[in-house]
Nanobody, 115 residues
Framework: QVQLVESGGGLVQPGGSLRLSCAAS????????MGWYRQAPEKQRELVAS???????NYADSVKGRFSISRDNAKSTGYLQMNSLKPEDTAVYYC?????????WGQGTQVTVSS
């Protein structure tokens, strides 16, 4: 049974930083594209960042230059470093692993940016 467990969310002031982690219990973690998505209240879930098995990264325009996605295949863990956080970054953040025929989601972790 595949499990993705996110951690690292919380309350932070504007301009602050958080690091999200996604620990995966899945065979061949290194063959999956990993993505971080977020969903704010009354909004659709959106892609924040993704990283391919080969390490190619992709970011939403709204987070470019502030967020950084990475992965440690030896630990089957992915990360999202979030800097210069803004109130509009407030959302539930979800980890996703995807490849042809497989699509897995974590339970989500709340990030709240507020003074």
């Amino acid at each position: 049974q595949v499990q993705l467990v996110e951690s690292g969310g919380g309350l932070v002031q504007p301009g602050g930083s958080l690091r999200l982690s996604c620990a995966a219990s899945v065979w061949f973690f290194n063959t999956y594209t990993m993505g971080w998505y977020r969903q704010a209240p009354e909004k659709q879930r959106e892609l924040v960042a993704s990283i391919s098995p080969g390490g190619t990264t992709n970011y939403a325009d709204s987070v470019k230059g502030r967020f950084s996605i990475s992965r440690d295949n030896a630990k089957s863990t992915g990360y999202l470093q979030m800097n210069s956080l803004k109130p509009e970054d407030t959302a539930v953040y979800y980890c996703n692993l995807r490849k042809t025929g497989n699509d897995y989601w974590g339970q989500g972790t709340q990030v709240t940016v507020s003074s």
